[in-house]
Structures are given as C-alpha cells and as structure tokens.
C-alpha cells in the first residue's frame, strides 16, 4: 500500500468522505491525536489558500460515493442484526438501541456499524467473533476508522475475527447526530473566525475572547442540539457497544481503543465487568480527571516528547537536521527564538508563479503545528520513508531565513475544514454530508461526560487553570478543552463517573508510550491498579498512543493478547523499529524475521501507516 504520495495541489481539501488517502487519513489522526484539544483543531488553520482552478464547487456528493448507502440500510433490532453490502466487500448495518436505556420502548438511536467480516464460513467453530475499535476524540467515526484500518488490523489479528467499527452516538453517520450549525457554510465562517483568534498567552485579549466565543457557541448549541444532547454519553456508548456484541450473539467485548476511547473502554469494563472478552485501552486517560473535566494532568510528558527530538536533531548531525546544535539546549533556543519572532512578525507567503499559494505563517501556526508534531514525530522504518520532525524543522528552518513558503506547504498538508461549499440536496429528512466536524460532537460528549462543570467558570478560574498547568508544560496554551466547555449546560440522561475499579471476567490490556503527549505513562499504571491483574506494557517511543510508532514486539503482544488471551508480563517495555531522524541502516534484525514475525510486522506497518499522522512533510 503506498500511503507515501504526496498530496496534490489540484486536489479539493473538502473530499473527506472519499476513501483518497491522505485527506482522510488526516482527519482520523486529527480525532485520534487530540485527546480533546480543542484549541488545537480550533487554531490548526492551513497558512495557504487559494483559487482552486481546476475544481470548481461542484456537487460534492459523487454518484459513485460509498458513503450514500447509509441512507440505505434498513435499520436492524439486536436479535435481527442484519447487514447490508457496502465499501466493495465489506458489510454495514444499523443498529437500533434505546436513546434512553431507562426508557427501552422509547425513542431509538440508531447506531452505524462497518465490519470487516470474518473470512470464515458462517458457523465454523474457529470464528473468535468481532473486535470494536474507538479512535478517540472524543467525537472520532469508528466506521472512518475501520474503514482505514480494519483489513490491515484482520491481517494482524487473523481472519477469524471480524473488524467493527462504529459512530457513537453523536458522531457521524449515527443518528442523533450532533450539529451545531444550520449549514456547512454557517459552520465553517464561524471556525474561521475561531481560528483568526490568537493563542491564549499571545495577546490581552485572546483569553478572553475565546471565553466569549464559547458562551456563543455553546448557546447556539444549547437550541440546535436539544434533541441530540441529552442522548451522548460514554456510559451510554458502553451500553451501545454491549448492545452491538449482543447482536452478534456473544457475550463478550472485544475492543482496542485508543486515546479517548481508552475512557470508553475503562467505562464499559467498570459497568459490565463481567462482559469482557478481550480489551486494549491504548493511549490512556485517567478517567477520574477526566470525568471531573479537569483536563490537569494530559501533558506531564508533553516536553519531553519534544526533548526526544531535539535530542535526535543533536544525534543526527548537520547534514540531516537543519536546526543542528551542539546540545538540545541549544537546538531549543534556537527553535524559541524563531517563534518569538514570528510573535512579533507573522512572515507572509505568496507564491509569485503560481498565484495559488498565499497566507501566513504565525505564531499561533507553528506552535499548533509543533505540537501536534509530538503526537507521531517517528520516521517510517527505513531511510526512504517520512520523517515528521526532520521536514518540520527543515522547513523551520527556511523560516528562521525569512521564507515561510516550506512551513506553509507543510501545514497545507495538515488538515482543514471543509471551506465554504454546501452538499447537494439529497432525499428529505437524511442527511446529505456526514457531518465529519467532530469538533461539536467532541464538545457535546466531554462537556456532558464533565457533567458540565465547567458551564460557569469565570475568566479568573481559567486564569488560574492555565497558569497551573503552564508550571509543567510549555503548552498550556495548547490544552483548552475546559474552555470550550463555558456556557454548555446538557447533561446527559446517563453518566457513570466511576469509580474505575473492576474485577473483569478477563484481564485489560493496557499501553503507555515513554513519551506520549497527551496521555502519559503514568496514566497507564494508574488505570491499571483499578482492574484486577491488568497488564501494562510500555511502548518505549515519543508519539501518541502505540500505532505512532513501528514495533514488532508490541504488534506480536497485541496479536497473542486477542488469538490466545496471553498477557504479556506486567510492566514488559517493548522498543521500536522506527526513529526520529533518518538511520544509515535498516535495524538489522528485521532481516533475520521467521515469515510469521514479517507478516505481523508488516501488519502492524500497514495499520500505523493507515493513520500516520501529521501531514507534514509531504512535498518538501
Ligand atoms: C439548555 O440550557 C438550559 C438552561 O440552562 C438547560 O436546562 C438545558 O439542559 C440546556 N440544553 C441543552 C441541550 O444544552
Ligand atoms: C510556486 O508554485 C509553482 C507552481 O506550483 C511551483 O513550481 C514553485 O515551486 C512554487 N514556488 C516556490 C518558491 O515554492
Ligand atoms: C522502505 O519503505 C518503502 C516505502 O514504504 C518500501 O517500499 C520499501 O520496501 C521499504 N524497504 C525496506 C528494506 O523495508
Ligand atoms: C504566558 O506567558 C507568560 C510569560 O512568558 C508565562 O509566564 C506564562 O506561564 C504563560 N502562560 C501560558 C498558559 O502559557
Ligand atoms: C476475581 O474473579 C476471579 C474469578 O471469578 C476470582 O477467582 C478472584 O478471586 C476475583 N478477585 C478479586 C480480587 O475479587
Ligand atoms: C501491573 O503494574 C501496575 C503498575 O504499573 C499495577 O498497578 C498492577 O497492579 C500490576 N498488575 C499485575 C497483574 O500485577
């Protein structure tokens, strides 16, 4: 699969419903890797624009678009699960659940599913059943993510398992769904201006400005979403995922969730202890803090996530890292130096021969675009692959020289909003476009999960909250999810808070890297205590959840822990085979892999590659 080339200039941005790669591949990452903060997808805003001659707006929807079948699915009840042809070969279905499980004869949610079938024969005995995946966000599509990944996960797991992946609740193709605006435009002129606001340290008003632009948009949303709100939950998404495994006639859960869905997972095994087969909770949050909404304590390792590469910078030398300096020290004031700079003076880009390439690069961008660097900075496993962090601070360093045209076109390749277009009109009453601005879903499910508790914060608390965490982090600045919260009121019709603590029917599989930005190690260990002989294993890599970086070891645990239910030793720390900075040699023990060990290894490639994030880098 080449998930290498590089993203097209004549190609339309908005195209994120086709299955074209890196657009989509993009906004899955943009799910996974925030963890929630909001202040990064807010403030992630292309430094380039431009007149797309090639492409007029024209109708969005493609005739031929995989994604128009959902209007079609009839919807299924949990003993008649029955599932329709969709996505050349795979199979989809709509789950009806309560909307309310108190109220079982109530109003109905409907729930979208894609697997990726088992290739065994109906009834064959070897059938091991069906793994659900959460990507994260909150507010991230399950279908988008198995849409990616689900063939390469079955090729790690083996073909007895079927591949599912769902929208929860809010998010989607699943009804409800939440929305805030009336149109797509609408939506997007208004992130436009959100993303104009400075960061919040940046100027005297920024703070506050973001303050007011959250008791706006949580007041539209408070009219918009009344139908939807009460509904998104994670507790009432682990009732979903019971539901789902029910209608498949097991008991059961099998799961592997990442970031935010390490909440989903660590919440249906404190509800339904005794419904666990199998589950990986990868990139873990600790649920306590973050049912409080505290947000407090994502980003204990965030810098030193930076550290591991400016330390690969000083490793690699002058010759592959053009920020070279002797020491990390060194390399990290030469990089503050530049961004204070660019506080002063944003450069302007506008490529002369092309008419097409215009915008700014700021302050707000490169930091944005830093950190999100430090969710997936390793380099492919071999010399001709990506390397992130050498094209960002190659392209930093062009900068630093007063060219801003590089860091621009590497941020091109990080996402953006759909700009101003609207869908086609399509039948009455489904919706044309799935809303994939999970942003607003994002916000609706951990400001409810919070039980709003940050609805009437002041600007005093959100002063004192930001100096707090700036004590640990160089980016606080990054980390607003409470925020965003200001002035949402929904609460849920259910909530489960904890507390974390279980005996499950089979022990949790949990993964921490060194290094992850948002979700420390730590957190890992400290979920773990709650959940009888639950394992940890350490990823020993900087990035985000496991699947940022290439390892043979975790991919073999993770294979074993599903096909066999074998648990690592508790604590075991796994190493990698990708690096930071390009190597002169391929690790030479991937050449002496038995045919089984390449096949994992390339199986766990194929997934990581499927949600290779960021963008950047790609033309330079
Ligand atoms: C809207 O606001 C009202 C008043 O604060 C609150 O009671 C209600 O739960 C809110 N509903 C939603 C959907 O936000
Ligand atoms: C400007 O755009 C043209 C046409 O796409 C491209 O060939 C050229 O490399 C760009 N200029 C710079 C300085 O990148
Ligand atoms: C290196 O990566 C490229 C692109 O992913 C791939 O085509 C090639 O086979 C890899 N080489 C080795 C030795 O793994
Ligand atoms: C804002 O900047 C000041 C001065 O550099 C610093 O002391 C403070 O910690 C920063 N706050 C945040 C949230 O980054
Ligand atoms: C957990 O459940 C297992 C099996 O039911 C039982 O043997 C064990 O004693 C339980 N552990 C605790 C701490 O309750
Ligand atoms: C595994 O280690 C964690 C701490 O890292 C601990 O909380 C947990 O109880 C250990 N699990 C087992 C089965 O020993």
Known sequence: MDTKTAHRDDEPFYEERRPRGSTRKALFWRVVLLVGSFALAQAVVSALSGRDASAPHECRVAPDDPEAIWSKIPPSSIDSLSWTPCYSGQECAMLMVPLDYSKPSGRQAGI??????????PGDEKYKGPILLNPGGPGGSGVGLAIRL??????????????????????????????????EAEGAAWRLRVEGDPLINSSADALTRQYARSQVQNAIANRTTAHASPYVSTALVARDMLSIVKAHGQDKLQYWGFSYGTILGATYAAMFPDNVGRLIIDGVVDA???????????????????????????????????????????????????????KKQPLPIYNSTSGREYGLVDYKLVRTALFMLLYSPNGGTNISADYPAQNFLNALAHVEKGDGLPFGRLTHLVPVEPPFSCSCPGEPGKPTVVPFLWLEASTAIACSDSDAAHADDTIEDLEEFFEELAKGTEFADQWAVTLACIGWRARPVERF???????????????????????????????????DNSVVLHQDSAGHCSLSATSLCSAKIVREYFRDGK???????????????????????????????????????????????????RVL
Not at 112 to 121: D, T
Not at 156 to 173: K, M, N, T, W, Y
Not at 582 to 597: G, I, K, M, N, Q
Request: proline share 6%; with cysteine.
């Open 112 to 121: 979208a599913i894609y697997k990726v079938p088992s290739k065994l024969a």
């Open 150 to 183: 689900g063939t390469g996960l079955q090729k790690l797991v083996g073909e007895e398992f079927d591949i599912i992946g769902f929208d929860p609740r809010g998010v989607g193709r699943t009804t409800p769904q939440i929305v805030f605006f009336e149109d």
């Open 288 to 342: 306590d803090d973050y049912y409080a909404g505290s947000w407090s304590n994502n980003l204990i390792d965030t810098d030193t996530a930076l550290r591991m590469i400016l330390d690969a910078c000083v490793a690699a030398g002058p010759t592959k890292c053009a920020l070279y300096e002797s020491t990390t020290d060194k390399v990290h004031a030469r990089l503050t130096s530049i961004f204070d700079n660019l």
């Open 497 to 531: 808070a904890g507390p974390f603590v279980a005996n499950t029917s089979f022990p949790l599989l949990l993964i921490g890297n060194t290094a992850d930005p948002v979700t420390p190690l730590t957190h890992a260990r400290k979920m773990s205590r709650g959940f």
């Open 567 to 617: 648990l690592p030793k508790n604590g075991t720390v796994c190493s990698v085979e990708s690096t930071i900075f390009p190597t002169d040699a391929v690790a030479p023990r991937v050449h002496a892999l038995s045919a089984e060990d390449f096949a994992v290894l390339e199986a766990w490639k194929e997934i990581a590659a499927a949600v290779e994030i960021p963008k950047l880098g």
